[in-house]
């Protein structure tokens, strides 16, 4: 993973960071690199040219590139990605006036998505992503965003095993089972007779 770029640091695309990465791939110094992180920049190599530069124009973070490489199989899908992310870069205030995070991206991306799928059962054109309502893609991540934050699922404490409670009458039903049907059933038959051990 490409460490975060501070903002007196000059940019560096994360096209060079991946071409080095896969450089070291089979050295001593490309052990300690893991694999997620060497396939995510060789997609990021494979990206057409048209996406990485418009990605690299914008100055685009490496999660922005991971988001565009790992999420379609097509480059028009990668190209509509890359779209995506730049108009929500123009468009959508974030925390620090920056990029937005992955989960942002995909929430946005379903978003366009659900209406790319919407109009073409009415013989539409599928809508540019600049075409959807800013307010549609800040519904989509706030719902997202709060979804992170529920509360953890608490797990309920271990129990040792249950009890169970034999009334008298029980306890005598049990314990004048016929031979031949604990015979069959031994876990049952070794209950009964540490039941009548008592």
């Known amino acids: 993973m490409a460490p975060r770029r501070r903002r007196d640091q000059p940019y560096v695309s994360p096209y060079q960071d991946a071409q080095a990465l896969v450089a070291q ?23 057409e040219d048209g996406p990485r530069q418009a990605l690299e124009a914008a100055e685009a973070p490496y999660r922005v590139f991971r988001w565009v490489v790992w999420g379609e199989s097509t480059s028009t899908a990668r190209r509509a990605r890359t779209d995506l992310a730049l108009h929500l870069r123009k468009t959508l205030a974030t ?4 990029w937005p995070d992955e ?11 659900t209406a790319v ?24 991540i706030a719902a997202v965003a709060r979804s992170k934050r529920r509360a953890p699922r608490v797990v309920a404490p271990r129990r040792g095993p249950e009890v169970i409670v034999l009334s008298a009458a029980e306890l005598d039903e049990l314990l004048s089972l016929p ?15 540490r039941l009548g051990a008592r």
């Open 103 to 113: 989960r942002a991206l995909s929430a946005a991306w379903a978003c366009w998505q």
């Open 95 to 98: 925390a620090y006036g920056g």
């Open 25 to 47: 791939k089979g050295t001593t110094s490309g052990a300690t690199v893991s694999r997620k992180s060497l396939e995510t920049a060789e997609r990021i190599l494979a990206l």
């Open 179 to 193: 031979p031949i049907l604990l015979k069959e059933l031994p876990a049952l038959a070794a209950v009964i007779k």
């Open 117 to 140: 799928a919407e109009a073409r059962p009415r013989g539409q054109l599928p809508p540019d992503c600049s075409r959807i309502p800013l307010a549609d893609y800040q519904r989509a």
